[in-house]
């Protein structure tokens, strides 16, 4: 696994971000050099897919890692540090590529006995970029000539799960995560005599306020959404009243249900507000990922999988969905599967996005085993 460990760290050298990652798909595929593998390359992004065909007739096993990094500056203090000023792979995107090249190799080695095929996807643009939407209009579940009957991934995580314990959860795991703008057009003018202005800035607060507290207020734990804005705009000196503010948010769901009703609450929110202050307010929302849904079926044999081959306390089931999104979403919403996440740090230790961040690769082995086993397990099933 040394040689995991190594290209992990050179790719965590030199992150790259969004859906064009030439270098990250170089190395993959010198990775990959020599195996019984069919390997193509995406048009529309970085993307590296290779098929490996078993020597007995079977069904096919999808696998998905991603390899797109943050645009972060890094300052976890790590040797291996980003030598690209703000990208950073702060969210295990380099422990995921190492992974699923180590399974590759490990399939490899017992082709003959595998009684089926799998294929093996390495993504860019994940963070923000519908990478997989673009892989999957390439045709990546019907590389292997037939759709697969499962599809498994894994995901590092820091701050959340206890170091090396490997967590699932049937049904929603991961929400929808969809963005929104509010644009609080007002009148502006001199600071020293509001009365003769529109002032966008309490209402843009009023507004800020009044989604949170519907957010907090309106939806309960059996099916939640986390509302939150992330930037506020406007203005350019301390005596001047702007003529507009622009808010940014996010918000994060677990059904097509509560993201319906998150968008038209703050619609009706925003513009109801700045009405009420004679101000006009336009919302803008773009749907994002879907939430990420696992099969039952898929969790319970990786519940078994990680017990029989890393042991009993090796698995825990999370007791609710995280309100992080992830495009794998787009494959579990056409092939039952399983999103397998791990502590890969210590359960107080900065979470994922934080430039911080540090992933521990000495799991890179426990990771492939279970991808490998898991894989082994499902073809044999059929």
Same mark, same amino acid.
């Given at each position: 696994?040394?040689?995991?460990?190594?290209l992990?760290?050179a790719?965590?050298?030199e992150?790259?971000?969004?859906l064009?990652?030439p $270098? /990250?798909?170089?190395?993959?595929?010198?990775?990959?050099? *020599?195996?019984? %593998?069919?390997? &193509?390359h995406?048009?529309?992004?970085?993307?590296?897919?290779a098929?490996?065909?078993?020597? &007995?007739p079977?069904p096919?096993?999808?696998?998905?890692?991603?390899?797109?990094?943050?645009?972060?500056t890094?300052?976890?203090g790590?040797?291996?540090?980003?030598?690209?000023?703000?990208?950073m792979h702060?969210?295990?995107?380099?422990?995921? +590529?190492?992974i699923?090249?180590?399974?590759? &190799?490990?399939?490899?080695?017992?082709?003959?006995?595998?009684? *089926?095929s799998?294929?093996?996807?390495?993504?860019?643009?994940?963070?923000?970029?519908?990478?997989m939407?673009?892989?999957?209009?390439?045709g990546? %579940?019907?590389?292997?000539?037939? @759709?697969?009957?499962?599809s498994?991934?894994?995901?590092?995580?820091?701050?959340?799960?206890?170091?090396?314990?490997?967590?699932?959860?049937?049904?929603?795991s991961?929400?929808?995560?969809a963005?929104?703008t509010?644009?609080?057009q *007002?009148?502006?003018?001199?600071?020293?005599f509001?009365?003769? /202005?529109?002032?966008? @800035?309490?209402?843009?607060?009023?507004? @800020?306020?009044?989604?949170e507290?519907?957010?907090?207020? &309106?939806?309960?734990?059996?099916? #939640?959404?986390?509302?939150?804005?992330?930037?506020?705009h406007?203005?350019q000196?301390?005596?001047?009243?702007?003529?507009?503010?622009?808010?940014t948010?996010t918000?994060?769901?677990?059904?097509p249900?509560?993201?319906?009703?998150?968008?038209?609450?703050?619609?009706?929110?925003?513009?109801g507000?700045?009405?009420?202050?004679?101000?006009?307010?336009?919302?803008?929302? $773009?749907?994002?990922? #879907?939430?990420?849904?696992?099969?039952?079926?898929?969790?319970? %044999?990786?519940?078994q999988?990680? =017990?029989?081959?890393?042991?009993p306390g090796?698995?825990? +089931?999370l007791?609710?969905p995280? #309100?992080?999104?992830?495009?794998?979403a787009?494959v579990?919403?056409?092939? #039952?599967?399983?999103?397998?996440?791990?502590g890969?740090?210590?359960?107080?230790?900065?979470?994922?996005?934080?430039? =911080?961040?540090?992933?521990?690769?000495g799991?890179?082995?426990?990771?492939?085993?279970?991808?490998?086993?898991?894989?082994?397990?499902?073809?044999?099933?059929?």
């Open positions: 696994m040394h040689a995991l460990r190594q992990r760290r790719i965590h050298r992150p790259e971000i969004g064009a990652l $270098k /990250t798909q170089r190395r993959v595929t010198a990775a990959l050099a *020599g195996l019984p %593998l069919e390997i &193509r995406g048009r529309a992004l970085s993307s590296v897919v098929v490996l065909r078993g020597g &007995r079977g096919v096993v999808l696998l998905r890692a991603d390899m797109d990094a943050l645009a972060l890094e300052e976890s790590e040797p291996f540090a980003s030598e690209v000023p703000g990208a702060a969210c295990g995107h380099d422990l995921h +590529t190492a699923l090249v180590g399974v590759a &190799r490990e399939l490899a080695a017992t082709r003959d006995s595998l009684p *089926g799998v294929v093996l996807a390495w993504q860019p643009g994940e963070e923000g970029h519908d990478g939407a673009l892989m999957l209009a390439e990546l %579940l019907e590389a292997a000539g037939e @759709i697969p009957v499962a498994y991934g894994v995901h590092a995580l820091s701050g959340t799960l206890l170091h090396g314990v490997f967590g699932g959860r049937a049904g929603a991961h929400a929808a995560a963005e929104f509010v644009h609080v *007002g009148a502006g003018g001199h600071g020293g509001p009365h003769q /202005t529109r002032d966008p @800035i309490p209402v843009a607060a009023e507004i @800020i306020t009044a989604v507290v519907f957010a907090a207020r &309106r939806f309960g734990p059996a099916d #939640p959404a986390v509302v939150s804005f992330g930037s506020v406007g203005g000196a301390h005596n001047v009243i702007p003529d507009e503010i622009l808010l948010g918000a994060r769901t677990f059904s249900a509560a993201e319906r009703l998150v968008a038209d609450g703050v619609h009706r929110i925003a513009t507000v700045a009405e009420a202050h004679g101000l006009r307010a336009e919302v803008v929302w $773009k749907q994002g990922y #879907p939430p990420v849904v696992n099969d039952a079926q898929e969790v319970a %044999l990786l519940e999988v990680v =017990r029989e081959t890393l042991g090796r698995y825990a +089931t007791p609710h995280l #309100p992080a999104g992830d495009d794998y787009h579990l919403a056409a092939v #039952p599967g399983a999103f397998a996440l791990f890969a740090d210590g359960d107080a230790a900065p979470g994922n996005h934080s430039p =911080r961040a540090r992933f521990d690769d799991l890179i082995e426990d990771a492939v085993a279970v991808l490998a086993q898991i894989t082994r397990r499902r073809l044999d099933a059929c």
